[in-house]
């Protein structure tokens, strides 16, 4: 009841949560992921099995649209201290948060969390900034709101494809990528054509159409991944099962394994 009062009221507050997993993280309630994790310990069980099923000690996770950092503690988790976690949130308030619960939440040092945006080109993005209650809606195109909630705001961000961060950063690997950029995932992609062909790692993505301006479909995304050799899989109750590409699709992740 508590996240219910908090919006219907207007306000909002930083709370400390637990994990499904025995670790903790700093939240904001009634923000809509936060308030899942205050409520049952996660969010999106379909990414949560993905990395699951995915990641283990050792491996290299890159997280792309981070938010709090609720995937990437988890990844850290997973791939342990001989592992690495590369995560990327562009907003400031957003990653000012992730950046405490990296600090102050992390099982081992081993996660490097940068302040920026994945795209097909290095370049300066506009965001639309719906404040901290929204703000897993923060977006470089139109929100994905049903409300009609106008912006807050408009943040200028700096935009990196995984590509040039991968060199950068000089990974030997790259196992898993998650991919949720509200809007952006296919320029994520061919931001990280070089590393797909190099390293073949496991990609979980977002998908959804909302009839956006400027944003490609969902089918298209699922095939320009199937087109690169890819398998797609949803999750089916605890497990995964083959995806069956679709002429639209609802709010949801997939995995898609090389």
């Known amino acids: 009841m508590y996240p219910r009062l908090l919006l219907k009221t207007g306000r909002s507050q930083a709370l400390t949560a637990t994990t499904f997993w025995g670790g903790r993280m700093e939240i904001v309630v009634p923000e809509a992921v936060s308030t899942q994790i205050f409520r049952y310990g996660f969010f999106e069980e379909d990414v949560c099995l993905f990395l699951l099923k995915s990641l283990r000690p050792g491996m290299v996770c890159v997280d792309v649209g981070a938010h709090f950092g609720f995937f990437t503690l988890l990844a850290s988790e997973l791939v342990g201290p001989e592992g690495r976690v590369v995560t990327l949130e ?5 990653f000012a948060r992730l ?18 945006a994945a795209y097909s080109v290095d370049t300066t993005l506009t965001f639309r900034d719906y404040g901290p209650v929204y703000s897993a809606f923060n977006s470089a195109f139109g929100a994905r709101l049903r409300s009609g909630r106008r912006s807050c705001g408009e943040v200028r ?10 060199g950068a950063l000089g990974l030997p690997r790259v196992d898993l990528i998650k991919i949720d950029a509200e809007s952006s995932e296919l320029h994520v992609v061919r931001g990280a054509q070089r590393t ?14 909302f009839d956006l301006p400027g944003v490609a479909s969902s089918r298209e995304l699922v095939q320009s991944l199937l087109a690169l050799g890819y398998r797609a ?12 590409p679709r002429a ?8 898609f394994v090389g």
């Open 196 to 209: 797909i062909a190099r390293f073949r790692p496991r990609i979980v993505v977002e998908v959804g159409d």
């Open 157 to 166: 961000v700096a935009a990196r494809t995984c590509d040039d961060l991968v």
């Open 90 to 94: 562009p907003m400031p308030e957003t």
């Open 99 to 116: 950046a405490r619960n990296v600090a102050e939440h992390r099982s081992c040092d081993n996660i490097t969390p940068l302040q920026s």
């Open 248 to 255: 639209t699709y609802d709010y949801g992740n997939l995995l």
């Open 233 to 244: 899989y949803e999750r089916s109750q605890f497990d995964l099962t083959p995806h069956v």
